[in-house]
């Protein structure tokens, strides 16, 4: 129990983050960002709302609000890395760090699942 709540929190605390920094640049309309998605098609207000978004999912992932709202945080980070795996892919440019993501957001959510069992089993 206690290496998984370990594994939960180092991987969650990475998630988290992760999308905090990826919200303040998609917020903060970095230039070179904004200059990426206009090459792929994608316009401007996309980004703002996934800065938006990233944001919301990492505060809902690491504060004790509700479960629903976690599992709906874990659904879109796990539909945005998906579509950024795919983006990237098909236009060629570099797809590890989305697909590392992907990984990081699947063990969190994997581990937070055998804690919950577990809590309910005691």
Excluded: C
Excluded at 7 to 13: E, Q, S
Excluded at 40 to 56: C, M, N, R
Excluded at 76 to 82: D, K, N, Q, V
Excluded at 100 to 119: D, I, M, N
């Amino acid at each position: 129990m206690k290496r998984d709540k370990i594994f939960y929190w180092v991987t969650t605390g990475l998630v988290s983050l992760g999308f905090l920094a990826s919200s303040f640049m998609y917020l903060t309309h970095n230039p070179e960002l904004m200059a990426g998605f206009a090459t792929l098609g994608y316009p401007a207000y996309f980004v703002t709302l996934l800065g938006v978004a990233k944001l919301a999912g990492a505060l809902a992932l690491v504060n004790p609000w509700t479960d629903k709202l976690k599992e709906w945080a874990y659904a879109g980070f796990t539909f945005t890395l998906m579509g950024a795996v795919y983006t990237h892919t098909a236009t060629g440019t570099p797809f590890a760090a989305p697909l590392v993501f992907l990984a990081l957001v699947g063990t969190s959510y994997y581990f937070r699942h055998r804690l919950k069992l577990s809590r309910q089993a005691v």
